[in-house]
């Protein structure tokens, strides 16, 4: 199975914050990898696939990056509707795995 | 609009069974892999399995191997979730999710299944 962990568990920021999250798989896989980002009681929202494709939808302040097993989800400026819990998930191999979690929350 | 609605949900004993329904609407159902994602209370996700457009693939996290199993009809867009055997541990909210080879791009409100006596 495919590990991947997230860092850090927990960020604190403020709006208008550069905000960087980072992933890294236990081996080695070619970009299928998603970011999410979740609200407390709902579902998990798609952000970016394949690395560093922006879903429909969602604003540019996302960006997404890898290099090598470390993949990184980037919030250019956080905004107040940006403070939520983020994960990664690998969908090269089974099973599907998801990192453990990153919460942003207000500083 | 692209909609999911999860049903099924509710209490049951350990060692029960339990079935999970989605209904999908707003696309077309028969061209894409479905997915049940859960997440036990306070804790991050998991992906417990997916089937295949026409349901001739079907892939589980080993926790659930020979207790879970997947099916889809097309026929009234639906993807569904048989739960037995359950344990305390399978606690959780259940989504399902629309698997369009570019990750869960659409996802249901989740089902609250809770397994205690």
């Known amino acids: 199975d495919i590990q991947m962990t997230q860092s850090p568990s927990t960020l604190s920021a403020s709006v208008g914050d550069r905000v960087t999250i980072t992933c890294r798989a236990s081996?080695?896989?070619?970009?299928?990898l998603a970011w999410y980002q979740q609200k407390p009681g709902k579902a998990p929202k798609l952000l970016i696939y394949k690395a560093s494709s922006l879903q429909s939808g969602v604003p540019s302040r996302f960006s997404g990056s890898e290099s090598g097993t470390e993949f990184t989800l980037t919030i250019s400026s956080l905004q107040p509707d940006d403070f939520a819990t983020y994960y990664c998930q690998q969908y090269n191999s089974y099973p599907r795995t998801f990192g453990q979690g990153t919460k942003v929350q207000i500083k | 609009e692209v909609q999911l609605v999860e049903s099924g949900g509710g209490l049951v004993q350990p060692g029960g069974s339990l079935r999970l329904s989605c209904a999908a609407s707003?696309?077309?159902?028969?061209?894409?892999?479905m997915s049940w994602v859960r997440q036990a209370p306070g804790k991050g996700l998991e992906w417990v399995a997916n089937?295949?457009?026409?349901?001739?693939?079907?892939y589980y996290v080993d926790s659930v191997k020979g207790r879970f199993t997947i099916s889809k009809d097309n026929a009234k867009n639906s993807v569904f979730l048989q739960m037995n055997s359950l344990r305390a541990e399978d606690t959780a909210v259940y989504y399902c999710?629309?698997?369009?080879?570019?990750?869960?791009?659409?996802w249901g409100q989740g089902a609250l299944v809770t397994v205690s006596s």
């Open positions: 089937i295949k457009e026409d349901g001739s693939q079907k």
């Open positions: 707003g696309f077309t159902f028969r061209r894409f892999w």
């Open positions: 081996q080695s896989f070619s970009s299928w």
């Open positions: 999710a629309r698997d369009s080879g570019t990750g869960f791009d659409c």
